[in-house]
């Protein structure tokens, strides 16, 4: 479908990289590919890592090269972009929108010339695809916002964005696991701990998809009860 | 057996490393682990252990520690003021410990890090398949946390050793604080859309590694890159990979880095020479030069093949002396602590 390249990045990585743009389709190919470099368990092919256009492998620089390396996975790759997509998951998000969970959901529905609630709605309107999780545990980079609200980041980022805060910076959207310093224009939070040492992977993974839909601060609460006890359950939708 | 380490004063910032967790890389979770590994395979490797064990690593000023049961232990990276019992003893050498001593790691004049492992390893639980600290994240390590004075780490005892006094080997030259350290690199992903000013800048000038440094990176000084302009879709990061941000001074990224970056990355340190950069206190000078990957690979094979001579060499040890009736007394009392 598409063309790639595959370059080293020092002496135990190579990169195979497609078109230069965040596309669903070439993303949901790359964990096509992650997975099946994976499963064929060369030895000394250490671990994947997808991001928009890129998935890197990582292997043990003693024991194989980048031109083994790159032997190795070219016919996975191509046998990647035949093969159909498997079903992925959708997961329903609950988010507060606005207020002081939510500070720049004016600014965004102004910078739309969207209401408040109009610019909720456009936002909820349709799923988003996790590209890649990065940046933080479980902090999912997902796209693509709709054109009209695709605002960019804050010139100054904040020192402090609590966690479970929702973002936008231009046509990626994604969640805060963790308190953290950022620069994404937050419209909402969820009630739901993204992030826990004690069980810190994360429930979702790269290729799925997210749902997001509006709470109130009555639901906000009862849920984060729900998520703090363990009896919440994530709701998913297969496709 | 169990037994345990008090840790009497924790030094300046001591947490448990090992490999880290490159399997979650793809959760978003920091490779973490061992900042100079080589370092922690030779001290794996002169108490018995696996390269890739959990040891206690330390930076600038390291801990002291009392060991409530007798065990092997091995200290390696930088050089460290240490003592044994208030005797000055050697690092990179494989030391018996018995009940009630004394280790005390004071401060290094000319490095940053230093490793501790024990034989046996320390006995504390996996978190996501490694053992690693990420103090930002409260994960992993002893309690997800740095040491701290009354800590007590388990570790397993043991009082015999095979080829006990052929265990050590010799330490890497510490560098000339005065001397620029010369690190090799490869080109990175991005190099092309560098300018050959800026090519030529990185290779040409003098870099210093800045006070901003830790775990997760160590930002250098000196002539400012021009990066590209072209934005840049964030991609995974790999370790030593040097990023530049919009300010044009480099970064070279380290152990606990975030696992992707929009930065482009106009080079990468090459794996056999990362300990050597990772051990470079702030202030210190640097000096880079190109090398290729055919180059590049035979280094790191070149420093892989001499640990797996260690390892063969402490192996063939146990043949030579002292052998004889000192080893079937070491057998016997094996037996009696077995």
Known sequence: MEKYQITAVGDQAVAISFANRIDPQINQRLHQIGRLILQADFPAVQTVVPAYRTLTVLFDGSRTTADQVSAEIEPIIKQALQVALPPSRTWLIPVLYGGDMGPDLSTVADFAHLSDQEAVNAYTSHDYLIYFLGFLPGFAYMASVPDRLAMPRLEKPRLKIPAGSVGIAGHQTGFYPVESPGGWRIIGRTPLKLYDPHNPQSFYSAGDSVRFFAIDRDQFAVIQQADRQGTYQVRTVEK | MMATIDVLKPGFQTTVQDAGRPDHLIDGFPEAGSMDAQAMKVANILVDNQPDQPVLEFTLHGPSLRFNGPGFIAITGADFAVQLNQRPVDQYRCLQVRAGDLLTIGATSTGRFGYLAVSGGFRL??????????????????????????????????????????????????????????????????????????????????????????????????????????????????????????????????????????????????????????????????????????????????????????????????????????????????????
């Open chain 2, 125 to 338: 639980p996996k978190v996501m398949g490694s053992c690693a600290t990420i103090l930002r994240l409260h994960l992993g390590g002893y309690r997800g946390r740095q040491l701290r004075a009354g800590d007590q780490l388990p570790f397993s005892s043991r009082a015999t050793m095979s080829s006990y006094y052929h265990r050590h080997t010799a330490a890497p030259a510490p560098s000339q604080p005065k001397a620029p350290v010369s690190i090799r690199l490869l080109p990175g992903p991005q190099w092309a859309e560098f300018s050959h000013a800026d090519q030529e800048r990185l290779t040409a000038s003098i870099f210093e590694v800045t006070s901003n440094s830790d775990r997760m990176g160590y930002r250098l000084q000196g002539p400012r890159l021009e990066s590209s302009q072209q934005s840049m879709l964030s991609a995974a990061t790999v370790r030593g990979g040097i990023q530049v941000p919009n300010n044009g001074q480099p970064i070279v990224l380290m152990a606990d880095r975030q696992t992707t970056g929009g930065y482009p990355l106009i080079a990468v340190v090459v794996t056999a020479d990362l300990s050597k950069l990772v051990q470079c206190r702030p202030g210190q000078k640097v000096k880079f030069s190109l090398v290729n990957l055919a180059q590049a690979t035979k280094l790191l094979r070149t420093q892989r093949a001499q640990l797996d001579h260690l390892a063969a060499q402490i192996r063939a040890a146990k043949y030579q002396q002292p052998i004889g009736r000192n080893r079937v007394a070491s057998r016997r009392i094996q037996q009696l602590f077995d």
